[in-house]
């Protein structure tokens, strides 16, 4: 026995809707709209399915929850449909658009259009009640309406979301909704606040509050998770009178709770709200005082919803490793003692030592450029791993806790730096090894800090360690090891490191020909990393400028400055000084040497019109390169010099001694 044509057709429409793809769901939409057309025309026969309110909305339920919809049926598109119905005298009721209205979020084209398309779907609701009962806002349109707008992170949405609140209450007063507005709308409007970005989010949150606490309506009234969502939204401000109106909001609390018990009561979150909207603008010693604040609440009443945690020392200790120097390094590394030392006597797990303080207390020494700061790094790093390997779990030193340490030791100045960092890189990546942790596996980052760390350490054989390191890194990524694969900075690092090398000759010359060459033709196979940049350039200049002999030295950086320019690469002032000293040290026929005193000027001419204040070492460059070739110009250059300040640096004096001695003579 078959089925009906009139129960194949539902079927089919069942069954598309259970599909929940976006044919299925257009198919569904398509068939209901024939099914319409057909009642419309009253080609129905007398077992054919009338299209109902009961199939529409199981229709738009299937859409709503859809992972994918087809692009044709977005939100306004749906609800246009649905307009579309009425008019063909199906009346969707308020489910059917509250879905529409549920589903915005994920079905709308642009999100900036969701407070527009909210207030379309509401208004055209409230005018269809006045004939269509069925279609008259009720409880769960206002929350949906509230929730969607609190979430949307759009500047007018606060103000639209208490727009509904306040309807809500004239509905719930007129007896048109059964129940009034519940303290999680309430909430809500307040997130909405906290999300729009505004500057005056602070004053609209206070004034939510404020309407808690006036109202009149049974179970509302401003409690903890309401004065939270305040404190966050005048922290979020990231602003110095914001930061303190969430404190005196915090001490408000405070105060209010002690005359009442029944007040709302600031726990942890309100506390650790504050300290972080100090810490968010730099401001430690308040950051620390609110968490002092904390820790008194705590120990005087040895309440639960009190205790410190991990977040609140994380805040303040964030806020002095932002500090930057001795002093916000020491205060974050005695925080974080402070909060173990906590640990091991109350044993609050919520206070266990983690990875993030530890982490935060490393950033803090590598932002101190503090002399010390590379052995304290390398010691809480240590500690780190004793703690892990101890069975500490939730503390394991991971690739950016050694490349923290790595970086501190790269950018100190002690003799033996470049060794510690390279030996650090070493620990990691045989715990790599050991372990096969990803969390552990040096990068090209890693790799790269301990190159730039030999190459400023100017120690002997430091050229040969760079070399030895890139020459690895090539290594590993040439046998399948991606994450260490050299980019541009790695090779420009090696090119810095030839500049700064005493021992540079002939040969070293021909070694960063051939980097750069390199670099650019792993750039032309695809490898966009690899292109070379101004500091590329800026350091196979200066290391042609180091050469001394008979050589045309101007000849070939000019090529270069040129081929920086064909790229669209910025002339900075140290590639156009050290071009000016390679034109200097030109060595050869006489109109060798004029045109690379032509060059110079050029070079010169360049820096005067794009740099704003050429360095001292700059002027030196040029005037070097007028030695013999034009006394009036070195005479410029240093009146030029003098103007900046410069005019009795020891270089600039020796250049002008050599170039146009009679000048001294006259300053």
Not at 21 to 45: H, P
Not at 182 to 191: A, F, I
Not at 600 to 613: C, G, N, W, Y
Not at 624 to 647: D, R, S, T
């Amino acid at each position: 026995m078959t089925s009906s044509p009139a129960k194949s057709e539902l079927a089919d429409i069942y069954a598309s809707c259970a599909k929940c793809t976006c044919e299925g769901i257009s198919d569904a939409f398509r068939a209901f709209d024939t099914l319409m057309e057909k009642s419309n025309a009253n080609d129905t026969g007398e077992n054919s399915i009338v299209p109902d309110l009961k199939l529409l909305n199981y229709i738009v339920y299937c859409w709503s929850e859809s992972s994918h919809v087809p692009s044709d049926l977005h939100s306004e598109a749906v609800f246009h449909k649905l307009q579309s119905y009425h008019l063909k005298d199906l009346n969707p009721d308020a489910r059917t658009y509250n879905l529409v209205i549920h589903s915005l979020v994920q079905r709308i084209l642009d999100q900036s259009q969701i407070p527009r398309l909210i207030d379309c779907i509401f208004n055209y609701m409230e005018t269809q009640s006045e004939t269509v009962s069925i279609c008259s806002p009720n409880a769960s349109t206002f929350s949906t309406c509230i929730n969607i707008l609190s979430k949307c992170g759009l500047p007018e949405a606060p103000r639209q979301a208490e727009k509904f609140l306040e309807k809500m209450t004239h509905y719930y007063n007129n007896e048109k909704c059964p129940s009034p507005p519940t303290q999680s709308l309430y909430t809500l409007v307040l997130k909405a606040w906290s999300n729009s970005g505004l500057k005056i989010a602070g004053e609209g949150a206070e004034n939510v509050l404020y309407q808690m606490e006036k109202s009149n309506i049974p179970g509302i009234y401003p409690d903890t998770i309401a004065f939270g969502a305040v404190l966050n939204t005048w922290g979020k401000l990231e602003d110095f009178t914001a930061a303190n109106r969430a404190f005196t909001i915090l001490k408000h609390m405070e105060a209010r709770y002690k005359i009442d018990k029944k007040n709302a009561k600031p726990n942890t979150y309100c506390y650790t709200t504050v300290i972080d909207a100090f810490g968010r603008i730099g401001k430690a010693v308040e950051a620390e005082r609110v968490l002092k604040r904390l820790l008194e609440a705590y120990f005087d009443s040895n309440d639960p919803d009190l205790q410190p945690d991990a977040v609140a020392f994380l805040s303040a200790i964030n806020a002095w490793s932002k500090r930057g120097g001795y002093e916000g390094a020491t205060k974050a590394e005695s925080l974080l003692g402070e909060m173990q030392k906590l640990y091991l006597s109350t044993k609050n797990e919520l206070l266990a030592p983690q990875t993030i303080p530890f982490s935060s207390v490393l950033h803090a020494w590598a932002r101190s450029r503090e002399k010390i700061a590379p052995h304290r790094a390398e010691t809480i790093l240590m500690m780190m791993q004793d703690l892990y390997e101890s069975g500490c779990e939730t503390v394991r030193p991971n690739r950016i806790s050694y490349s923290t340490v790595i970086d501190c030791w790269a950018k100190s100045k002690e003799v033996g730096s470049a060794k510690r960092a390279e030996a650090l890189l070493n620990k990691l990546d045989l715990l790599y090894k050991q372990t096969g942790d990803i969390e552990l596996r040096p990068n090209t980052i890693t790799f790269t800090s301990v190159m730039d760390a030999w190459a400023k350490s100017r120690e002997e054989d430091s050229v040969l360690h760079v070399e030895a390191i890139l020459r690895r890194m090539e290594l590993m990524y040439e046998s399948g090891a991606k994450y260490a694969k050299p980019n541009a900075y790695s090779y420009t690092i090696v090119l810095g490191a030839f500049a700064a090398d005493s021992k540079a000759n002939e040969k070293t010359i021909e070694k960063s020909f051939a980097i750069l060459n390199k670099m650019k033709s792993l750039e032309k196979l695809g490898q966009v990393d690899m292109a070379p940049t101004t500091k590329t350039y800026g350091n196979v200049i200066r290391i042609i400028a180091n050469r001394r002999g008979k050589h045309d030295n101007a000849k070939q950086v000019t090529e270069l400055v040129q081929e920086m320019k064909t790229r669209g690469l910025k002339i900075d002032e140290f590639s156009l000084s050290y071009a000016c000293l390679a034109c200097a040290r030109t060595r050869g026929p006489r109109n060798q040497q004029n045109a690379a005193f032509v060059a110079a000027k050029s070079f010169f001419r360049e820096m005067l019109d794009t740099v704003k204040s050429p360095s001292a070492a700059s002027f030196t460059n040029f005037i070097l390169a007028c030695c013999g070739n034009n006394q009036q110009l070195a005479e410029e250059a240093y009146v030029e010099c003098c103007k900046l300040g410069y005019g009795r640096d020891v270089k600039v004096m020796r250049a002008v001694k050599r170039a146009a001695p009679h000048v001294l003579r006259s300053f």
